[in-house]
């Protein structure tokens, strides 16, 4: 079922700017976290995030000035590791998640990583639904992963991310947003 007809007030936006994130995105970056998680990161958790610069990678994105949602990843050798996605509630089911996610997974590949990770809540269905849209396929579970409610997670991988067949999915993800674009025209998700 797409975006649309779950939520069928909603139209994708296809005006979202992923800027990098900065220190001064982080009050309303703050107030979405808080709004999704149980237990939200803090800014200084954050902050120790954005400073490891090599190795992170965080965007915001914002529309009509806005920021209305954030991913991060973390890279180490050739895995890149999803460390938080979350889209302000308000504009859930308009592919925003997916569109970050696109642009993230783009980053991964560009920096030669041929293996994506993620935790995820064993209850979360509609992030589950994504990452699988996105090739992530569950291998584990970490017993109690989140403390906050004992809740468990699964991890979820994608292997040969750098597969022609793996570029070829995102691609087909990229052109679907292209084609959901009032307009169809072929503007790409550029980072600042
Ligand atoms: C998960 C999240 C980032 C998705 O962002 P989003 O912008 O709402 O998602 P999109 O509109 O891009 O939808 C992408 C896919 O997610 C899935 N999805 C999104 N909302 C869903 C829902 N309510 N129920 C089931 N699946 C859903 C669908 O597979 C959808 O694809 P489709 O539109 O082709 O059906 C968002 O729900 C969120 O911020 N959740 C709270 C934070 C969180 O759980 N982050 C993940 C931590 S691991």
Redesign the pocket.
Known sequence: ???VA?FPDRYPIDDLELVRMRRRHLRKVLSIEAS??PRPWSASLFLSELAQRSSRSYLVGRHQGITI?YAGMMFTGREAHVTN???DPD????????RLLLTMVYEALARGCERIS????VT????M??YG?FGFITTGIRKGYYIETNEDAYIMIVEDALSSAYRGRMQSIRDELDDLSDDGDDSDDSIE
């Open positions: 079922m797409s975006a779950r999704v998680y949602a996605i979350a889209v504009f859930h089911g308009r592919k925003v998640g997916t993620l935790e995820v809540r979360n269905g509609a992030a639904s994504m849209k």
